[in-house]
Each structure stands twice: as C-alpha cells, then as structure tokens.
C-alpha cells in the first residue's frame, strides 16, 4: 500500500513538474520571439524584411471562432512564395474536441493562431532572410496559417461531444481563409516572374488543392509546387472530407482517395498539363510525426518494425509511381538524423534541417536552390525506391 502511494505520489510530481517547464517554455518563448508585427493592408506599403500582419475580415476564423489573418514579408525580386502552414487535422469527434494547446500529445490540431508560436517556430527555414546560405531570402513571402484541422479545404461547423459530455464548437473554415488569402494575393501581386507553392505536414498536402487557382491567377508566371513531409494514406480521410464539407469533387474537380495527397498530386498534374509548373515533394523515410499520426488516425501500434516499414514503403511506392507517371515530378528522400528507434525527423523546409539535411552529397536547400533558382531540378534518394 505503502509503495502504490509512494508510485501515485511520484507521477503526480512528474506530471507537476513537466507542466512547469512547459509554462516556462511558453512565456520564455513569448517574451523571446515577441508579436511585434505591422499591419498594413496593401503589401506596397511595408517595409523590405519585415513581417506584416493582414487581417482578411469577419468571414475568416479559426476552428474556435477567433481572429484569422495572413503573414505577409516584402523581398527584393519579382518572385514569390506562397506558403500553407501544417499542423494535424481532426477526423471524428474524439479528435475534433481535442486540438492542440501546451502538450502536443494531447491534440491533434491547431485551434487558433498564435502569433509568438509563428515567429519561433514557423518563420525559419526557407523563409528567412537574414541568411546569404538561403537562396530564397530575397522572395516575397505570403503565409497562410492553419487553425482549422481540416487541410486547409474545409466548408462547414460541426457540433461535437467531448469526452467529459460536453458540446464544442468547431469550425471548418478552410476554404473561406484560403479563398481569403488568394484575393488577397492576386490584388497585390502582379508580373511576378516565378511563384513557389509550398507547403510543409498537413500544408503541403492542402496546397495541391489550390495549386490549379493560383496558376490561374498568374498565367504568365513560372510555378513550382512543394509538398515537405505530408505522406498520409487512410481510408479515414475520405470520410474526413465528408466531414469537413470540403466538396472535394464540386470544388477541387476529383474524388478523395485513401492516398489523399497523391490523389490530389496527379489530378493537379493532369488539370495542369500545359502550365508551366514543376511539382516536388520531400519525405523522410521513417518520418516520426507522421508515422504516429497515420497510426493514430488508422488505430495501428507503431512500436512494430512491420507497421514503420509497411507505412514507409507505402511512400516510397507513391513516390516511385509519381516518378514514373508524372514528367515534371521530382523527390527528394532521405534517412537523415535517424534516431535510435530508426525514426527519422519531421519536415525539413522551416527549420534547421533546410540548411543541414544532406542525402547523396546534397543538401536540401541546395535541392531545391538548384531546382527552382537556376531551374535544374532533378531527384534525391533514388537508392531508396530500389
């Protein structure tokens, strides 16, 4: 009896513990990255290098009824970059009623935007522009951020039950905030000379959706499409759509598949045939956020060799028929930083990786540099799909 209230007594402690470095964390990452953004409706009005705030009217908001807006950064050239922000997703009521908040183990998605979360986590990578290294720092920049759990497609509010009984509210709002942003883009930008859409998790698998609009809203431009580690295959996302409201058909001109981002990779393809646009994606082999996700989502155990190769060679599969099916399609894949479980790390193009991941002499963003600044793209990885 003794020993149970001892053990009781430590997890308790534990939990305590943790949740104090997490609130730390929190308010230290606050104070650090701060929120101090312009807020300038027309884009020729900021400033060079610097993050601006623009909200998009009462229309667009999170799953949780607050303020949506867009993150907006002037460079120096004629090119653009159009980035969809990932962030999970949300399938049934149990995962709709649990999004993501301090512990990313408890939720599933993003509710609201945080902008302090924004500036630590989410404007890096490629989207700096203090770096030389980055060959990308002088590109405009346009962010769409990802409070929705629904890929950024969805249409409706739903009404779910928690686990304690209790109804929330969650609001699918997607496509109003996309439909929102791209107006947005095509007042302020013309002539642009290339424009990259990009997309890293559940935001490289959204952007395929609204590849087609915004090749239509530039014909004259060159377009590069970029999805970074968003590899999900289950029925469930078929039955997600539905939920969500999304359309698929009416509105993105395809039926949702099993294999959602592939599905909506090639029918892309095929719409745009005679556009001048390349389509890329980047996939870590053993990838553990999604691994858990997919797992999650599908009510798989992860700890077995069997279920992270079966997910693996899923990917590799798709990649190896885009590759084969698609003419303008290229990978990069990489077992880069693997972990001691064989777990190999989650996205690349925000973050430290975009500077430091190298597969076959290659670093990423020199990859991507190669492919879309001087327009000699080729694949990475190809020993993988052997």
């Not at 962010?143 to 779910?160: A, M, Q, R, S, W």
């Not at 002539?191 to 959204?206: C, P």
């Not at 090749?215 to 996302?237: A, R």
Request: charged content about 20%; hydrophobic content about 40%; proline content about 3%.
């Amino acid at each position: 009896m003794i020993r149970r209230i001892f053990k009781i007594a430590g997890i308790t402690l534990a939990s305590i513990l943790i949740a104090i470095v997490l609130l730390i964390a929190f308010f230290w990452l606050k104070v650090e990255y701060g929120t101090d953004f312009s807020e300038f409706q027309s884009f020729e009005q900021t400033e060079a290098y610097t993050w601006n705030k623009v909200n998009l009217g009462d229309s667009c908001q999170c799953s949780d009824g607050s303020d949506y807006w867009i993150y907006t950064k002037k460079g120096k050239s004629d090119n653009l970059i159009i980035h969809y922000q990932g962030g999970g997703a949300c399938w049934d009521e149990a995962s709709c009623t649990s999004p993501l908040v301090l512990n990313p183990k408890t939720g599933f998605y993003f509710p609201r935007i945080n902008e302090w979360l924004f500036k630590a986590f989410f404007s890096h990578g490629i989207l700096e522009n203090s770096l030389d290294v980055n060959p990308f720092k002088d590109w405009n920049i346009v962010f769409i951020p990802y409070c929705t759990g629904d890929l950024h497609i969805g249409n409706t509010e739903n009404v779910y039950k928690d686990k304690n009984g209790n109804m929330k509210t969650v609001k699918h709002n997607g496509k109003i905030n996309v439909t929102k942003a791209l107006e947005w883009v095509n007042r302020n930008f013309s002539d642009l000379e290339k424009v990259l859409i990009s997309g890293e998790s559940a935001g490289g698998l959204g952007n395929i959706f609204w590849s087609p609009y915004i090749v239509e809203m530039f014909p004259e431009s060159k377009f590069y499409q970029l999805s970074d580690c968003s590899f999900l295959n289950s029925k469930v996302l078929v039955e997600a759509v539905e939920l969500w409201d999304a359309e698929c058909e009416e509105t993105f001109g395809f039926s949702a598949e099993a294999d959602l981002i592939n599905s909506a990779l090639r029918f892309a393809a095929d719409s745009l045939e005679f556009a001048d646009i390349k389509f890329f994606q980047s996939n870590s082999l053993f990838d553990e956020v999604l691994l858990h996700f997919e797992a999650e989502v599908n009510k798989h155990n992860t700890s077995t060799d069997e279920y992270i190769h079966k997910w693996s060679n899923e990917m590799l599969d798709a990649v190896g028929y885009n590759s084969d099916s698609i003419d303008n399609y290229y990978y990069y894949i990489t077992d880069w930083n693997q972990k001691k479980n064989r777990q190999t790390p989650h996205t690349f193009l925000l973050f430290t990786p975009f500077y430091e991941c190298i597969e076959e002499d290659k670093s990423y963003k020199d990859w991507l540099g190669d492919a879309i600044i001087n327009d000699q793209p080729y694949s990475v990885g190809s020993s993988f799909l052997k």
